[in-house]
C-alpha cells in the first residue's frame, strides 16, 4: 500500500521543508486547500483530500475531511487483521502521519474589533476531529500539531527512533493542543459572545472552572536563581488589551518582575478614575501611592515621596498617559518597570538612556482583568473570585461619636482602596493624597502598625489609617494614635469592638466601619 502523509494546517511555518522531507522517506502528501496550495506553488506533488474521499468539499469548506477514508485510515488498529482487511476492502489507505493545527481562533478573537460571525467561522471542527483520531491510534500513527516538532520528526524517521514513546509524546501533546483549543472557545461562548440581554451566565458555564494553561514562555528564573519558571497563559483568556500591550524596551521580565508588575497594575486599577494616581510595588507591596488632581509626573512625584528607600529598584504604575514630563519626574531613580495605559515618543526617548529598564504600555486599567484567583497547595489548586469588591466608602458605619471631615472622607477612600492590594495583616496610613506609611505582612496587626507610624513623616498631614481586617484590641488603634492618626477605616466585628470604639473615642478620634475584610494572603 502507499504510504501516506495528511497535512491539514493554518500555520504554515517550514511546512514545504516537512512535505519535503516526508517525501524523502517515501511518503506521498495528502492535503487540503490552503496547504495544498502552499505545496504545489513549491513545487511538492500533492493529492487533494477529494482525491481520497472522492467527493468535493461542501459549504464553503466546512466538510471535506470527514469521511471514511480520512479516518478509516487514520484510525484502522495496524495489529488487528481484520481492521487491515476492512479497510482494505474498502479501498481506503492506511494514513500514518497526520500533520494538522488548527483554524486560528485565539488569534481571531484576540483582534480588536473581531466580530462574533468571524470568531464562530474559525472554529474548526475537521481538524480536531483528525488530530484526537491520529492521537488516539498513536501506536500506529504519528500525529503533530506544532511546526517546532518538524525538524524533530525529521531527524526520528533518519534516525529510525519514531519509537512508541515518542509517538505517546506527540499523541500528549495532540490532546493537550486540542483541549486548550476547547477551552478558549468554551471561555468566549460563555462570557466574551453572552447575549445583550442576558443577566447571568449559563448554569453550565458557571458550574464547571475552564483552564486550560498553555504557551509556556520561559522565564530566566523562579524567584530565587536555583528555581526554574515558565509564564503561562490561560487559552480561554486575554491577560490584557491585546491591542495596547507592547513591551517598548528593557531585559526580559522576570518572575519576580511579572509577579510585582501585576501587583501594581491590580492596585492602580482599583484606584478613583477622576484623579491621577501613581502606585510603586515592591515585593508585591504597594509602598508608596500617589493620588492627585493634577497630571502623572504630581502622582509619581507624591509616590515617591511617601517611601523613596523602599522605592529604590520597584514597579512603576501610573493610570495617565506617560508624556515626557512623567519622564523626568522618574528622573535617574532606579525602577525595574514601569507601566502605564500608554507612552509619548518623547518619553520613550528619555527612558530609553536606561536600557535594562522594562517599558511596558499595558491599555484601558480595569478591575475586570482578574476574575479568578488560583494557588497551588499540597492539598490541590485553590480557586476563589478576585476581590473586585466595590464600596462606598461614604456609606460605611460611623462607630464613634466623631465623624470624619470631608478631607478625611475622601483620604479613608483613598486608603481603604490601597490597603486591599497590602499583605495581610496590612495597616495604611496617609492622607487624602495618598500613602505615609505602610505595614505589610506582620503575623500581629499591632506590629503592622508600628510600622505604618514608623515610616508615617507628619509634617502638616491630617493622617488617617486602613486596616484590611478588623482590630482584635485596642492596641492597635492605641498605636495609631499616638502616631497621629485622626481616622480610621476598618472591617469590624471583633469581640472586642466595644474597647476599640472606646479607645477611639477617648482620643476624639472618627472611626469608619466596612463590615468587608480585605485579606491578602
Known amino acids: 500500500m502507499e504510504r501516506l502523509a495528511l497535512i491539514s494546517v493554518a500555520d504554515k511555518r517550514d511546512v514545504v521543508k516537512l512535505a519535503v522531507g516526508l517525501r524523502m522517506f517515501g511518503y506521498s502528501i495528502v492535503s487540503t486547500g490552503g496547504t495544498a496550495k502552499t505545496l504545489l506553488q513549491a513545487g511538492v506533488p500533492v493529492t487533494p483530500v477529494e482525491g481520497i474521499t472522492r467527493f468535493v468539499e461542501m459549504l464553503d469548506g466546512r466538510v471535506k475531511t470527514l469521511h471514511p477514508a480520512v479516518h478509516g485510515g487514520i484510525l484502522a488498529r495496524r495489529d488487528l487483521p481484520e481492521h487491515m482487511a476492512t479497510i482494505e476492502h474498502a479501498g481506503i489507505n492506511p494514513i500514518d502521519i497526520v500533520v494538522v493545527n488548527l483554524y486560528p481562533f485565539r488569534e481571531t478573537i484576540a483582534r480588536p474589533g473581531a466580530t462574533d460571525e468571524e470568531a464562530i467561522e474559525q472554529i474548526d471542527i475537521g481538524g480536531p476531529a483528525m488530530v484526537r483520531s491520529a492521537a488516539k491510534n498513536h501506536d500506529g500513527v504519528v500525529v503533530v500539531v506544532e511546526p517546532e516538532d518538524y525538524d524533530g520528526i525529521l531527524t526520528d524517521l533518519t534516525k529510525n527512533r519514531m519509537t512508541l514513546a515518542r509517538r505517546r509524546q506527540l ?90 508588575a501585576d501587583a501594581a497594575w491590580a492596585a492602580l486599577c482599583d484606584l478613583p478614575r477622576e484623579r491621577a494616581n501613581a502606585v510603586i510595588v515592591k515585593h508585591a507591596n504597594p509602598c508608596g501611592v500617589g493620588s492627585v488632581v493634577t497630571a502623572a509626573a504630581g502622582a509619581i512625584l507624591r509616590a515617591f515621596d511617601a517611601d523613596p528607600i523602599s522605592a529604590f529598584g520597584g514597579i512603576l504604575a501610573v493610570d495617565r498617559t506617560f508624556d515626557l514630563t512623567a519622564a523626568h519626574a522618574v528622573g535617574d531613580r532606579f525602577l525595574e518597570v514601569i507601566l502605564a495605559p500608554s507612552f509619548e515618543p518623547e518619553a520613550l526617548e528619555l527612558l530609553a538612556a536606561k536600557p535594562n529598564l522594562r517599558v511596558v504600555s499595558m491599555g484601558t486599567p480595569r478591575l475586570d482583568y482578574w476574575k479568578r484567583m488560583l494557588k497551588s497547595t499540597v492539598f490541590g489548586v485553590l480557586s476563589q473570585d478576585a476581590d473586585n469588591c466595590a464600596l462606598d466608602i461614604r456609606g460605611a458605619r460611623i462607630a464613634t461619636k466623631a465623624r470624619p471631615t470631608d478631607i478625611e472622607w475622601q483620604a479613608l477612600d483613598l486608603l481603604w482602596r490601597v490597603c486591599k492590594h497590602v499583605k495581610s495583616n496590612a495597616i495604611v496610613i496617609g492622607d487624602e493624597t495618598g500613602t505615609l506609611g505602610v505595614g505589610a505582612g506582620q503575623m500581629s496587626r499591632v506590629d503592622s502598625a508600628v510600622i505604618a507610624v514608623g515610616k508615617a513623616r507628619k509634617g502638616n498631614r491630617t493622617l488617617v489609617a486602613a486596616s484590611d481586617a478588623f482590630f482584635p484590641f485596642a492596641d492597635g488603634v492605641e498605636t495609631l494614635i499616638k502616631g497621629g492618626v485622626k481616622a480610621i477605616v476598618q472591617p469590624g466585628g471583633s469581640k472586642r469592638d466595644a474597647e476599640v470604639i472606646a479607645a477611639a473615642d477617648a482620643a476624639g478620634i472618627s472611626m469608619v466601619m466596612t463590615d468587608v475584610r480585605h485579606f491578602r494572603h
Open 171 to 260: 499523541a500528549a501533546k495532540a490532546f493537550a493542543h486540542t483541549s486548550a483549543y476547547d477551552a478558549a472557545i468554551t471561555a468566549y461562548l460563555s462570557h466574551a459572545a453572552q447575549p445583550a440581554e442576558a443577566t447571568t451566565a449559563p448554569e453550565s458555564a458557571e458550574s464547571s472552572v475552564v483552564l486550560t494553561l498553555t504557551h509556556p514562555d520561559k522565564l530566566r528564573y523562579g524567584e530565587n536563581p536555583h528555581q526554574s519558571a515558565e509564564r503561562l497563559t490561560d487559552a480561554g483568556k486575554i491577560a490584557v488589551d491585546a491591542a495596547a500591550y507592547v513591551i517598548h524596551q528593557g531585559k526580559e521580565l522576570s518572575y519576580n518582575n511579572l509577579v510585582d
